[in-house]
């Protein structure tokens, strides 16, 4: 089939034929992006909204969320996301996704993890990219595309147990997210796990409990506030 970029002239390396007699032109000709089965990629973003000040995410912090009015999820609660288009960046989508599900435009976004565990959707083998954006009060969001509602939920994040043993640390976390105007109340029990002598932690956030959420989507907003706190604190350090 032909190339996906036009332009394939960053692609020839040193010009040699592969093992096949191929050139870069003959080898993408023949090339069948179906053989094998590939994972559909998608975007989420949290939105937090913040006061002029605060120390922790505890302090006055709002969290966008959108109500699913389709499968999978229906009803509950999620980030605003979608699906990444061919020939767009996930930035693009991200802010695009974001724009059609809330009618928000023009706010700074940045990629804060990949979510990659294969049993995270129904549908098929979705991989989920998650991107963060602060931002100060005074937005109003409204509801478009596939979303039934979209408000700001207020933010409860605390640690509420610490274990470990010889060679992991489980730390406990409880995530509430509310909106009093909707008398809606959402919340999650999370444990995150990581390794405690190595430079490598190779850390899991896996939800425990969770009620109200979509899918996994309190996973993605506890990493992200672990993510603020820890910003948090570098800019402690560096003040």
């Not at 007699?21 to 559909?40: H, M, N």
Request: overall charge negative; some cysteine.
């Amino acid at each position: 089939m032909p190339a996906f970029l036009e332009d394939i002239r960053p692609f020839y390396g040193n010009r040699e034929r592969n093992d096949m007699g191929q050139t870069l032109e003959e080898f993408l000709e023949a090339y069948d992006p179906k053989r094998y089965e590939q994972p559909s990629v998608t975007v989420d973003t949290l939105v937090v909204q913040h006061p002029n000040q605060f120390d922790t995410v505890n302090q006055g912090l709002k969290v966008l969320m959108i109500q699913r009015g389709n499968h999978p999820s229906i009803g509950k609660w999620a980030l605003p996301g979608g699906f990444i288009e061919m020939r767009e960046d996930g930035i693009e989508s991200a802010k695009r996704e974001l724009q059609e599900e809330t009618g928000l435009t023009g706010i700074p976004i940045e990629q804060i993890h990949a979510w990659d565990q294969w049993k995270r959707d129904p549908r098929s083998r979705i991989v989920t990219i998650a991107y963060l954006a602060l931002v100060e009060e005074g937005l109003h969001p409204k509801a478009g595309d596939d979303a039934a509602d979209a408000c700001f939920f207020d933010v409860e994040f605390n640690l509420i147990k610490k274990e470990q043993d010889k060679e992991k640390r489980y730390d406990t976390y409880h995530l509430a997210l509310s909106n009093k105007g909707k008398e809606t109340v959402l919340s999650a029990t999370l444990v995150l796990s990581q390794n405690c002598h190595s430079l490598i932690r190779q850390k899991h956030l896996e939800i425990i409990e969770n009620d109200g959420f979509a899918c996994d989507h309190a996973r993605i907003i506890a990493q992200g506030l672990l993510y603020i706190e820890a910003l948090l604190k570098q800019q402690r350090k560096e003040d």
